[in-house]
C-alpha cells in the first residue's frame, strides 16, 4: 500500500491551508475541571498516578460513544488549523468522530494506521531541563477537524524567542494551557481521529532525537502514561537514503533542503509548528514515492518510546 497513491487525493487541504492566515485561539481551562469533564464524557477508566489521576479508556467504548459528526469546544472546525481559544471551561464539549470508513477525496480509508504529523516548539534543547511552548498535528486522513495546534504555557522565561518567535509574554499567561491541561484535549483529539484496532502512527522529522523525547518528558511530567498503541517515526534517517543526480548523498536532509528539493511552497515563519508540520506533509508524500515506501514499511521503521526510554539517559 502506498501512502503517496492513497494521500494524493487529500493534499489539495494542505494547498488551502498554505497561505492562508489563521488567528491563534487558546483554551483558558482550569486543569481539575478539564480532566474531570473528559474522563466523564468518555467513560475513561482512571488509576493513582502520583499525585495526578488520568488513565486511557478502551478504543472501542470509547469509539462507540462518538457521532458521526465532529465539534471541538462547541465550534464546528474544518480541515484548515483550527487553534483553541475559549473563554469559559463550561464550553468545552470533548471531541466527535465522524465515519472514519467513509470515502475522502474518492479514497476509501483502508489505512493500516492513523498517521498523525506534528511537530513541537520549545524553550530549548534539554529535553529534561526545556518545556514544549507549541504543539500542532494534522492527520492525513484529511477531512473536518485533522488539524489543530496550540501555544503552551511552560511556566518558565523562554530565552530563545529569536528561534520560533514565541516570547515569554505569548505563553508565559493564565490563560493558555499548561501541558498537563492540554494532554486530556490530545488524547481526546486521537481517539477521534483514530482508526478502530489500527495503531497511530505519530510522524516527525528528526522526532527520535528531539520532539519524541520532549513529548515523553512532559507526559512523564504529568505522571500520565502514553497510550501504548503510539508509534513514532522519524522521516530524518529516512530521507537520508536520497541522492542528489549523481548519485551522491544529501550533504543535507534538514526539513528546510528537503522542501527545496521538492520545490514545496512555504508560507509564514519557519520554526513555527503548523508550519513545519504543513511542510512534512508534502515531504512525506514526496519522500515515500521517490523512495518506494509502503505504509506497511514505514510501520516497520517505527519505534516506541520505550526505545528512547531505554537506548541512552535523557539529557
Not at 140 to 152: E, R, V, Y
Not at 283 to 292: A, D, I, P
Request: charge should be positive.
Amino acid at each position: 500500500m502506498s501512502l503517496y497513491s492513497i494521500c494524493c487525493g487529500n493534499f489539495h487541504q494542505l494547498r488551502n491551508s498554505i497561505g492562508s492566515s489563521c488567528s491563534i485561539r487558546l483554551l483558558k481551562y482550569h486543569s481539575g475541571l478539564i480532566c474531570r469533564t473528559i474522563l466523564q464524557n468518555r467513560g475513561y477508566k482512571t488509576r493513582p498516578i502520583g499525585t495526578t489521576i488520568l488513565a486511557r479508556s478502551t478504543r472501542k467504548e470509547s469509539k462507540q460513544s462518538f457521532g458521526n459528526s465532529r465539534h471541538l469546544h462547541s465550534e464546528s472546525v474544518e480541515s484548515s488549523i483550527e487553534v483553541f481559544r475559549q473563554p469559559d471551561l463550561q464550553h468545552l464539549t470533548s471531541l466527535q468522530c465522524y465515519n472514519i470508513q467513509e470515502k475522502v477525496s474518492g479514497v476509501k480509508t483502508d489505512w493500516p494506521a492513523t498517521i498523525l504529523v506534528f511537530d513541537i516548539e520549545t524553550t530549548g534543547f534539554s529535553r529534561r531541563h526545556e518545556r514544549i511552548i507549541e504543539f500542532a498535528v494534522r492527520d492525513l486522513m484529511g477531512g473536518k477537524n485533522s488539524a489543530f495546534q496550540t501555544l503552551i504555557n511552560p511556566e518558565k522565561d523562554v530565552t530563545n524567542a529569536y528561534v520560533h518567535g514565541i516570547s515569554s509574554s505569548m505563553v508565559c499567561r493564565p490563560d493558555i494551557p499548561r501541558f498537563g491541561e492540554f494532554i486530556p484535549v490530545l488524547l481526546q483529539y486521537v481517539l477521534s481521529r483514530q482508526i478502530a484496532d489500527k495503531p497511530v502512527l505519530w510522524v516527525a522529522h528528526n522526532g527520535r532525537n528531539f520532539d519524541v523525547p520532549f513529548l515523553m518528558y512532559e507526559f512523564q511530567r504529568c505522571k500520565i502514561e502514553m497510550p501504548g498503541d503510539w508509534l513514532f517515526l522519524d522521516t530524518l534517517p529516512i530521507a537520508r537514503q536520497l541522492v542528489d543526480s549523481n548519485g551522491v548523498k544529501l550533504k543535507s536532509a534538514s526539513l528546510e533542503k528537503l522542501r527545496e528539493r521538492y520545490e514545496i511552497p512555504f508560507a509564514g515563519s519557519a520554526h513555527r509548528a503548523m508550519q513545519d508540520v504543513t511542510s512534512l506533509c508534502y515531504v512525506l508524500q514526496k519522500l515515500t514515492f521517490e523512495l518506494k515506501l509502503t505504509i506497511p514499511q514505514l510501520l516497520e521503521k517505527s519505534f516506541r518510546v520505550s526505545d528512547i526510554a531505554t537506548a541512552r539517559p535523557a539529557k
